[in-house]
């Protein structure tokens, strides 16, 4: 966790708690967005890791009152309730948790994002290791939720990992993206890649 004193001076940090966003990270999706227009009105989005809540806040403001945000995390969100939002709490890695997603769903999602990280450890090839495998199960969900053509935005800290998760991406992507919005800390070896153009498995399997 990032030092007081360090948030104070973070002008991202600042600029959340002027704007009312619930983390400076709403600042990235923003981003995000803003390259890659992801986001239009009636569009139904899962957003993976969502607490505190930053990135929900600008996905159904995106979506506007005839789309639908599902959040998903561990830990609760806390968020004002909104018609076009829903919160799962639950551990994406669990066969419960993708069954009350898919109960919830009317229909294939237009797009997933990810912003998960794991509790870090400080040993870098750990950490590195941890993301990988929480983007993976990220995917897995993806691959059942997302409809042809979709898109999936997901968050990894590069390591060995990094290019054979690109290619598990490319099996159902034709286009895959890596990129770091202006926000991310200089101090973070995260990146994002941006998936576009979701091919469905014929097989039916959602996992790799």
Known sequence: MAKKGYLRKDPYYKKAKELGF??????????????????????????????PGGWIQVLSKEVGPSGMVVGIDLDAVGLPQTKNVMFIRGDIREERTRQLLLATLSRKVDLVVSDIAPNLSGIP??????????????????????????????????????????????SSFPRVTPYIPEATRKSSTEVYLIAKGFIPSNNGNYYP
């Not at 923003?30 to 992801?38: A, E, G, Q």
């Not at 691959?143 to 053509?149: D, E, F, I, K, M």
């Not at 990992?161 to 598990?168: D, G, I, R, S």
């Open 22 to 51: 619930r983390s400076r990270s709403a600042f990235k999706l923003l981003d995000i967005n803003k390259k890659y227009r992801l986001l239009e009105p009636g569009m139904q989005v899962i957003d993976l890791g969502c607490a």
């Open 125 to 170: 090839f750990q950490d590195h290791y941890n993301s990988y495998e929480l983007a993976e199960q990220a995917f897995r969900l993806c691959r059942l939720v997302l409809r042809q053509s979709g898109t999936f935005v997901v968050k990894i800290f590069p390591g060995e990992e990094l290019e054979q998760f690109k290619n598990h991406l490319k």
